[in-house]
């Protein structure tokens, strides 16, 4: 039985009354459940149809309006004032060369492909690439994707795109909201993943043996082992040489560290990276379950002549629901424990750090730990975003709430075990000396 049928056939045996108003509501409920994967796609979302105000959105409108400029250069293009004018540091280099993205054709481990990354906005560059690419996290829309044209001499401004990238960007892979991915392959010579072996979706609840296949790492970890710096030699192997890649803080000898921005592809910067990624596709996920649940109990209260502010059980649930994988992302709930101590090669750990922003005892979310963990304080630094910040308000009072059933907690819990008394008391210190959020005990 599918989505469709079953909402329809509920609706006519419940409530025969009033059939023009519950036919209205069948209408638009099929509309968005049909296909879940489209449902970003329906009203009040209509991703492809809406206006971005995303970062990349707004600088293409200075772009256009002739209140900013793009500088070239020859080694890399428009890259580097691109950088400067999204202010997304260059410290956060990451190099990836499995051929995953776009520009597959000039992707290899011999050129791989840059990644740069702020709190908002992603960047992707390749050599001699006919365009740079660009992603976002708009506030309503969730990812958004452009490319910038690489041609000199052009007053180039970036250019959405949306069912192209939406192939991969808005599946399963992303919860099937617009969004991000951090994919580990096992590349062979050319770059090419041996689907064979199959992939893995990565963030810090992975098993740290299945990270970062198809990418270059640099940086210390120990006795740790990932996927990362090498690639299968020969087309039969079914295992990566793990140990040949292992606390490599040097790229010189396998690629042309020269034609980038920086010779890193810093191991910290990595860790950041596939936990953003995480919390952004699950902010994005909030927002639109959120506005969706808005929008069908506006309908079935107004359809059924209810209050309406009326609340069934199945809104309670879904309105629940979306908070609950906001605050599970936010506090890092699953995130395996490090057994080794991590050191990045580049200056990425000790900028992030500074950013803040900190409380009265100088304490900050972008404190590293590095010894058994990502952070010194687990609570995502992303809960000072404009995406988290906006989430539609019937989400917030419940993240707000759990959050406080939480981090009041006098003991540790079995949903979060990770958490110690101490960093439940240290992040809701944190949390309320430098947000809004409303954190006080539950009665």
């Known amino acids: 039985m599918t989505p469709t049928l ?3 056939l509920f609706c006519r045996s419940v409530f025969p009354a009033a059939p023009g108003l519950i036919l209205t509501a069948v209408a638009v409920l099929q509309s968005s459940t049909a296909f879940a994967q489209l ?14 105000t995303d970062r990349v959105h707004q600088l293409a409108k200075h772009l256009s ?6 500088k070239w ?5 428009y890259l580097r004032s691109v950088l400067k004018e999204l202010d997304v540091p260059v410290s956060s280099q990451t190099l990836v060369f499995s051929k995953t993205s776009l520009q597959v054709s000039r992707i290899s481990p011999r050129t791989p492909r840059a990644v740069y990354f702020n709190d908002d906005v992603y960047v992707g560059w390749v050599q001699q690439g006919e365009v740079i690419e660009l992603s976002a996290a708009d506030v309503r829309l969730g990812g958004t994707f452009y490319t910038l044209a690489q041609s000199e001499g052009t007053h180039p401004v970036p250019q959405r795109e949306t069912s192209r990238c939406l192939q991969c960007h808005g599946s399963s892979h992303t919860r099937r909201v617009p969004g991000h991915i951090v994919r580990s392959v096992y590349p062979e010579p050319s770059g090419l993943p041996a689907f064979r072996l199959g992939t893995h979706l990565t963030d810090e609840t992975s098993p740290f043996t299945e990270r970062w296949g198809g990418w270059y790492v640099t940086g210390t970890h120990g006795d740790l082992r990932h996927m990362g710096n090498v690639f299968l030699v020969d087309p039969k192997d079914e295992e990566l040489d793990v140990e040949d890649g292992a606390n490599l803080t040097d790229l010189s000898a396998r690629i042309d560290v020269s034609r980038y921005l920086s010779p890193h592809s810093d191991i910290v910067a990595l860790l950041v990276l596939q936990h953003q990624v995480r919390m952004h596709n699950a902010i994005t996920a909030a927002n639109h379950a959120g506005r969706l649940t808005e929008r069908d109990m506006e309908v079935m209260n107004r359809a059924l002549e209810r209050d309406p502010g009326y609340q069934s059980e199945s809104t309670e649930r879904r309105f629940q629901s979306a908070a609950t994988k906001v605050v599970q992302s936010l506090l890092f709930q699953g995130e395996l424990p490090l ?3 991590i050191t990045g090669s580049s200056p990425f750990a000790d900028e992030f750090s500074q950013r803040g922003p900190f409380d009265d005892r100088n304490r900050s979310l972008r404190t590293f730990d590095l010894q058994t963990r990502l952070f010194r304080y687990p609570c995502s630094f992303l809960v000072y975003s404009d995406a988290f910040q906006q989430l539609p308000p019937e989400v917030m009072k419940r993240i707000e709430k759990q959050l406080s059933q939480v981090l009041n907690r006098p003991d540790s819990d079995d949903d979060y075990p990770h958490l110690s008394v101490d960093d439940r008391r240290a ?6 000396a430098t947000t809004q959020l409303s954190l006080n005990p539950i009665p």
């Open 39 to 52: 449902d970003f796609e329906q009203a009040p979302i209509r991703y492809s149809e809406s206006e971005a």
């Open 339 to 341: 057994t080794s101590a």
């Open 427 to 432: 992040i809701r210190e944190i949390l309320q």
């Open 73 to 77: 250069d020859n080694a890399h293009g």
């Open 65 to 70: 309006e002739g209140t900013a400029t793009l």
């Open 6 to 8: 079953t909402i329809s």
